[in-house]
Structure formats: structure tokens, C-alpha cells
């Protein structure tokens, strides 16, 4: 049981750390002109942008949910 419980602590981290990058390359591509046109012209990010904090924020969820499961 002890090596199911380490290969979700890896999944987790894992998931973790690609979340974060979701979320740096979401924020490399909205300050791009493109999506600070969008964003001036609508008032809110591009829907690539919005994607990839959403894809970010659920791999930090569940990496961290498996992370911290027993």
C-alpha cells in the first residue's frame, strides 16, 4: 500500500507543478497585444487565456487533493 500512496503523492506533485505552468504561460499570452487588444476592446482575457487559468487551477486542485489524500 505504501508505494500506491507515494505514486499519488508523485501524481499530485506532478500536477502541481504543471498547473503552475498553465498559469505562466496564461500569463505570458494575456499580456501579449493580441489579448491586451481583447482585453480593451471586451473588457475581460481571450478565451485561450481564460482556458489555460481554468486547465492551471484544476491541476493545482486535484494535485494538491492527491497530494494531501492519504
Given at each position: 500500500m505504501a508505494n500506491s500512496?507515494?505514486?499519488?503523492?508523485?501524481t499530485g506533485i506532478?500536477?502541481?507543478?504543471?498547473?503552475?505552468g498553465l498559469a505562466f504561460w496564461a500569463t505570458q499570452k494575456s499580456?501579449?497585444?493580441k489579448s491586451q487588444l481583447s482585453s480593451a476592446v471586451t473588457g475581460s482575457h481571450s478565451d485561450n487565456v481564460m482556458i489555460l487559468y481554468i486547465a492551471a487551477a484544476v491541476c493545482v486542485v486535484v494535485g494538491?487533493?492527491?497530494f494531501v489524500r492519504k
Amino acid at each position: 500500500m505504501a508505494n500506491s500512496s507515494s505514486s499519488k503523492k508523485t501524481t499530485g506533485i506532478a500536477l502541481i507543478v504543471i498547473g503552475a505552468g498553465l498559469a505562466f504561460w496564461a500569463t505570458q499570452k494575456s499580456e501579449g497585444l493580441k489579448s491586451q487588444l481583447s482585453s480593451a476592446v471586451t473588457g475581460s482575457h481571450s478565451d485561450n487565456v481564460m482556458i489555460l487559468y481554468i486547465a492551471a487551477a484544476v491541476c493545482v486542485v486535484v494535485g494538491a487533493f492527491l497530494f494531501v489524500r492519504k
